[in-house]
């Protein structure tokens, strides 16, 4: 089998920001990791591009909304994932043929096994939510908004819609999805998420508004196409759209449902909520886990382009590097709660990790083996406790790294048992002083310098494994500094299962001192 993992598909309304790239690069990290560990692996991101968001976006700008698509997904999404390495197997777009064939389809089955009626539905909308709102949800307006109701995640008045819609009988499933929730106490993460979809649930769910008729881009409803498909209805398919659903049932039996669906938390309980009631309604599996992230703060805002805090992912890494970028939100911030950004946090953590901790250590190792030994990477011999210490530390670090990053999510733990053993190889360094062994001819002298070399080397080409679904750029970097690739193969080859082995880096082995990896700051 397959391990399917997702990203959102997020709305063409603008340019990506940081949260876009936050939920993305995380999903990037955990495809890479498990295909590190040799497993079949298909990473599925997009773009939703329908709904009254997009189509009033678009004519705001003086377009139509397809034509507004094709530009935010050709100039703005597609290089920015392109930039950061994101490595995705397909990137779905909800105005492919493909998905909306299909969508129709799956409409059309929950249509004939009655599960949709027709009737009238009048309530508060949210338009950037693409969502109808709950009176109990909303805010008091102050301000300029005095006297109306708020969403409250976008902090804008909503709109009274009265129209005659098509229902899913969502009510229908609130029994089913707390036994779901109660019988895989993991399938919403973290637990403060799922106590929320729980508690939601619980207090009795309203049939679903599944269809539109006050505008006409979407996809249509099959039987009547006065109406076109609720744009979360429409969005949440592509998770089977995309691979294979009614059209490739060999790829569709291998492949769906997802094992983890990465979300934002403002849309989790479509996602744990709607999503699953939908699969239930037709028949279909369900998906392992809803792994819901926190919000990127700035200023205590949440980060988006309607509250001014919207930053360009390309104005940090045109200072900080893509890897750096890459590797410091997975770092800083626990996934699943909210997070703080600031330019000043980031820069202190890049000096003191990246370039003080890790680059340092790679740095100095090989002007250390090009110095004493000619650039050839000499065998240790001479082990003792010291050694035996750094094995022990690198074969914990390697297993509670693949443990937290591949089974529980916990990006930060991960990242931060390999960081905490770079740390620790720098104190063997420290202690040892291989450049005062140096000065010792004896051969005693010489296998002791050469023990402590190699020691350095192999741990520095496990840290390359480890950090490479983080950091490829930078891993590759290192990883033909040490002259890894002659005896060990590619990088991307490794086996994240095997980075904890001692003695993988042979002897003999050709190393040099490549460029900086995390340059100093200007």
């Known amino acids: 089998m397959t391990y399917y993992v997702t990203t959102p598909i997020y709305y063409v309304n603008d340019a990506p920001h940081l949260g876009h790239a936050y939920t993305t690069l995380a999903a990037d990290v955990l495809a890479r990791w498990h295909r590190m560990r040799g497993e079949d692996v298909w990473f599925l991101t997009g773009t939703d591009e329908h709904g009254q968001k997009i189509l009033r976006t678009a004519q705001a700008h003086g377009v139509g909304p397809e034509e507004w698509a094709d530009r935010l997904v050709h100039e703005s999404w597609q290089p920015l994932w392109e930039h950061l390495e994101i490595a995705n197997d397909d990137f779905i777009r909800t105005t492919q043929q493909r998905h909306t064939d299909r969508v129709r389809e799956f409409v059309q089955d929950l249509h004939d096994r009655g599960e ?55 009510s229908a499933y609130t029994d089913r999805l707390l036994a779901h929730y109660e019988a895989h106490p993991d399938f919403i993460q973290p637990e403060s998420a799922r106590n929320e979809v729980v508690n939601f649930v619980r207090q009795g769910l309203q049939d679903l508004s599944i269809s539109r008729s006050t505008f006409d881009w979407g996809v249509p409803v099959p039987w009547d196409e006065r109406h076109v498909i609720y744009v979360w209805v429409d969005a949440l398919l592509n998770y089977a759209t995309a691979v294979g659903y009614n059209e490739n049932p060999e790829k569709f039996a291998s492949t769906f449902p997802a094992d983890v669906h990465l979300v934002g938390k403002d849309i989790l309980r479509f996602h744990a909520v709607i999503w699953p009631a939908m699969l239930m ?25 309607s509250n001014l805090t919207g930053i360009k992912p390309q104005d940090l890494t045109a200072h900080f590097g893509v890897d750096a970028y890459r590797w410091y939100f997975l770092r800083a911030i626990t996934f699943g709660q909210d997070g703080s950004f600031s330019w000043e946090d980031f820069s202190a953590r890049y000096t003191s990790e990246l370039a003080n901790d890790y680059g340092n250590l790679a740095s100095r190792v090989a002007a250390m083996v090009g110095t004493y030994c000619g650039g050839e990477l000499p065998a240790a011999t001479a082990a003792g406790e010291a050694e035996r210490a750094v094995r022990e530390g690198l074969a914990k670090a390697a297993a509670e790294a693949d443990r937290r990053i591949g089974e529980e999510l916990d990006f930060q733990g991960g990242i931060l048992a390999v960081l905490d053993f770079v740390k620790q190889v720098n104190g063997y360094l420290t202690a040892q002083q291989p450049w005062k062994v140096a000065k010792d001819e004896s051969e005693q002298g010489r296998a002791r310098l050469a023990t402590v070399l190699y020691t350095a080397a192999e741990s520095l080409r496990a840290v390359a494994v480890l950090l490479n679904p983080v950091m490829p750029d930078t891993s590759r970097k290192l990883w033909d500094s040490l002259g890894a690739g002659a005896s060990l193969g590619a990088l991307e080859d490794q086996r994240i299962q095997e980075a904890g082995e001692w003695g993988r880096l042979p002897a003999g082995t050709t190393v040099t001192k490549g460029a900086v990896l995390f340059p100093r700051l200007s």
Do not use: T
């Open 281 to 305: 309604a037709n028949g279909l599996p369900l998906p392992g886990r809803i792994a819901a992230n926190g919000w990127l703060l700035v200023g205590g805002e949440k980060m988006s382009k």
């Open 116 to 170: 949709i009626y027709k009737d009238s539905y009048e309530g508060p909308y949210c338009v950037g939510c693409e969502e109808f709102k709950l009176p109990g949800e909303l805010l008091d307006g102050e301000g300029e908004y005095a006297g109306q109701k708020l969403c409250p995640i976008h902090k804008k008045p909503v709109e009274l819609l009265k129209e005659e819609n098509y229902f899913f009988k969502l």
